[in-house]
Nanobody, 129 residues
Framework: QVQVAESGGGLVQAGGSLRLSCEGS????????MAWFRQAPGKEREFVAA????????YYEDSVKGRFTISRDNAKNTEYLQMNSLKPEDTAIYYC??????????????????????WGQGTQVTVSS
């Protein structure tokens, strides 16, 4: 049974920073591709960032490039999303997702939510103006 759990959300002013964490358990987390998605009120869930299992390839949605950084520490079964220069439009519930196969080789593939078999419950990020 694979489980992933997010932490680190909260309330921050525009221009501030937060670091989200996602800890995995139950299987060989280090072999999974990992990603972050988010869902704002009244909107569909959208892709934010992804990292392959070795950590040498990362992908970002255009609006977060240069501000967010995804990383992983396989020894700790944990991935991170460092979010800097936060904007009110970043306000959303952020979800961690795990892909046990990691067959993706393109942005389009990594950005597709159906690729991910395991999801966390989400953590709220609120950015005030």
């Amino acid at each position: 049974q694979v489980q992933v759990a997010e932490s680190g959300g909260g309330l921050v002013q525009a221009g501030g920073s937060l670091r989200l964490s996602c800890e995995g358990s139950g299987q060989v987390f280090s072999k999974y591709a990992m990603a972050w998605f988010r869902q704002a009120p009244g909107k569909e869930r959208e892709f934010v960032a992804a990292i392959n299992w070795t950590g040498d390839r990362t992908y970002y949605e255009d609006s977060v490039k240069g501000r967010f950084t995804i990383s992983r520490d396989n020894a700790k079964n944990t991935e991170y999303l460092q979010m800097n220069s936060l904007k009110p439009e970043d306000t959303a519930i952020y979800y961690c997702a795990a892909d046990p196969d990691d067959y993706c080789a393109s942005y389009t593939c990594y950005a597709t939510s159906a690729e991910y078999a395991y999801w966390g419950q989400g953590t709220q990020v609120t950015v005030s103006s």
